[in-house]
């Protein structure tokens, strides 16, 4: 029995390995490990994460407000649950703390044009997180439509 079931796996996997090898269609997974932004777009972008940075250090949600559109969103897990709520509850927060000193680290960067996504590593005082931006180009100016976060 025993060798009538790894007799089975064996043709299985070695079935699947031929017809993948000869499917011109099969899926193919990349990474793109090299993602640049030019030197405007880089500075945009670092201009609206300036904002939610100062807002943090001052405690001053109207400035972290500039770096966001209007109808932005804020998202984190919460005991294995989806969160998602409007911009202002952050704004509402930061108006809620004290001023802290902060610092932050862009561990990636991806832009196409007018879209981009960034991961950074944020501190407000003690607090540290992970930072997700979506951003959009509006106009001039690059504005977050999406954070998404969790504490470190």
Do not use: H
């Not at 405007?40 to 559109?69: C, S």
């Not at 804020?74 to 902060?102: C, H, R, T």
Request: proline letters at 1%; glycine letters at 6%; aromatic letters at 10%.
């Amino acid at each position: 029995m025993k060798r009538t079931v790894l007799l089975f796996t064996l043709c299985s996997l070695l079935l699947a390995s031929c017809n993948n090898s000869s499917n011109n269609n099969s899926n193919e997974f990349k990474i793109n490990k090299k993602m640049e932004a030019t030197k405007d777009q880089r500075e945009g972008i670092e201009k609206a994460i300036g904002y939610y940075m100062e807002g943090g250090r001052l405690a001053n949600g109207n400035i972290t407000a500039q770096a966001f559109t209007d109808n932005a969103t804020m998202s984190w897990a919460e005991n294995g649950k989806l969160v998602s709520v409007p911009i202002q509850a952050l704004y509402d927060f930061v108006n809620n703390s004290q001023a802290a000193p902060v610092s932050y680290e862009i561990l990636s960067l991806s832009v196409q044009e007018d879209i981009a996504v960034a991961n950074l590593k944020t501190q407000f005082g003690d607090a540290k997180y992970y930072d997700m931006f979506s951003f959009v180009k509006d106009g001039d100016e690059w504005k977050i439509v999406s954070k998404i976060y969790r504490n470190r």
